[in-house]
Structures are given as structure tokens and as C-alpha cells.
T-cell receptor, first 111, second 113 residues
Framework: DAKTTQPNSMESNEEEPVHLPCNHS???????IHWYRQLPSQGPEYVIH???SNVNNRMASLAIAEDRKSSTLILHRATLRDAAVYYC????????????FGPGTRLSVLP | EPEVTQTPSHQVTQMGQEVILRCVPI?????FYWYRQILGQKVEFLVS????????KSEIFDDQFSVERPDGSNFTLKIRSTKLEDSAMYFC???????????FGQGTRLTVV
């Protein structure tokens, strides 16, 4: 499985933007970049995913580097509810492959 | 909004007993998964299921584990003879087409005593 590297933890102030980085230098052309998050005592929750182009949805934006070796999840205005562990996961598009979770980035949001 | 539901939310069982964890995936989804998370550790893949058969499984998913989709709506994980180290949160997930996101349930906390 292609691997991702994320910082162990990050901190943000409430109502400020947060940029969560992910490195995936061994990504293949058929790997989708998925982001999930896990709030305390809950199951993982889908955030966003993309292949090559930047993506936006109601929760976040995903900025993908031109060479696809890195990506950034952007939360435009962090709220206290965004405090969670964020996982960047590569998933091969062709096989309905399982999601391989790493340790993720623990985001703390300060009031 | 459709969701994946899991029952029970918490199960306590004695070592050596069989347990069945139940999941109702989102109705039009095709791929089904079980994951587990030991307290304080990362989410680990157990097994994926497609077209009524296991499509992929991890080393954790040994002969003590089995999965079934008995009636077209439920998706179950059975542990035949539980061990203390099986204590964990177990998450069920489902996804539609191959390229789409997965939706996870809220989990079943299994405590083996």
C-alpha cells in the first residue's frame, strides 16, 4: 500500500483557517486521496476526496499538488467541533480497496 | 441522511464465548468492511466483503473471525472464541461504487473479561 505521512499533532485557534498537510511521495496514478476524521468516541467520518484537481465541499477543501506527491486539507474556519484526528488515506480506484488508516494528525482547536 | 447502524453499542463477554456484532449498511451500497480500534491505537482493517464473499482480509482476521450477510441487509462479524486482546471498538463501514467514500458506523465497544 502506498503510504502517507502526516504531522502527529497540530493546533489552531477557533475561527481561523487550518491547513493539514499530507505527504504521499509514492502515490500512483490510480490512487485517490481521501481524508477522514475521527471525533472523540466516534467512528471515522468522511471529509473529502480527490484525484488530481482541487476539491471543495461543505466541510472542507482539498488542495492537491501538481505532482500529486502531497496534499493539504483546508478547514476554512475551525470550530471547537473540528477537534479530531484527521487521516489522509490513499485508495486505489480500481478495486474497491479497503482504507488503510495511519496514526493521522490530532487537531486541537483552542477557543 | 442515510447512515450505517451498529448494534449493540457495547457488549461485554467472557473470554472463550462467541460474539456476533451486527451492522446495517447503507441500503444501496455494495462494499462492506469491518475495522477495529484498540483503545488509544489506530484504526485497523479486518475484512472487506463484496458480492457475497470476502474480497480482502488482514492478518488479524484469522480463523476465529467470520463475516456474513445473511439477509441482504445485515452484515455481521462473528468472533468464535473471544480473547482478552479482542477487546476493542469494532467499526462497520460500507461504500457504493469503487471510487467513492465509505461511511462508518458509530461502533460496538467489545469488552472481553
Amino acid at each position: 500500500d502506498a503510504k502517507t505521512t502526516q504531522p502527529n499533532s497540530m493546533e489552531s485557534n477557533e475561527e481561523e483557517p487550518v491547513h493539514l498537510p499530507c505527504n504521499h511521495s509514492t502515490i500512483s496514478g490510480t490512487d485517490y486521496i481521501h481524508w477522514y476524521r475521527q471525533l472523540p468516541s466516534q467512528g471515522p467520518e468522511y471529509v473529502i476526496h480527490g484525484l488530481t484537481s482541487n476539491v471543495n465541499n461543505r466541510m472542507a477543501s482539498l488542495a492537491i499538488a501538481e505532482d500529486r506527491k502531497s496534499s493539504t486539507l483546508i478547514l476554512h474556519r475551525a470550530t471547537l467541533r473540528d477537534a479530531a484526528v484527521y487521516y489522509c488515506i490513499l485508495r486505489e480506484r480500481n478495486y474497491g480497496q479497503n482504507f488503510v488508516f495511519g496514526p493521522g494528525t490530532r487537531l486541537s482547536v483552542l477557543p | 441522511e442515510p447512515e450505517v447502524t451498529q448494534t449493540p453499542s457495547h457488549q461485554v463477554t467472557q473470554m472463550g464465548q462467541e460474539v456476533i456484532l451486527r451492522c446495517v449498511p447503507i441500503s444501496n451500497h455494495l462494499y462492506f468492511y469491518w475495522y477495529r480500534q484498540i483503545l488509544g491505537q489506530k484504526v485497523e482493517f479486518l475484512v472487506s466483503f463484496y458480492n457475497n464473499e470476502i474480497s480482502e482480509k488482514s492478518e488479524i482476521f484469522d480463523d476465529q473471525f467470520s463475516v456474513e450477510r445473511p439477509d441482504g441487509s445485515n452484515f455481521t462479524l462473528k468472533i468464535r472464541s473471544t480473547k482478552l486482546e479482542d477487546s476493542a471498538m469494532y467499526f462497520c463501514a460500507s461504500s457504493g461504487l469503487r471510487d467513492t467514500e465509505a461511511f462508518f458506523g458509530q461502533g460496538t465497544r467489545l469488552t472481553v473479561v
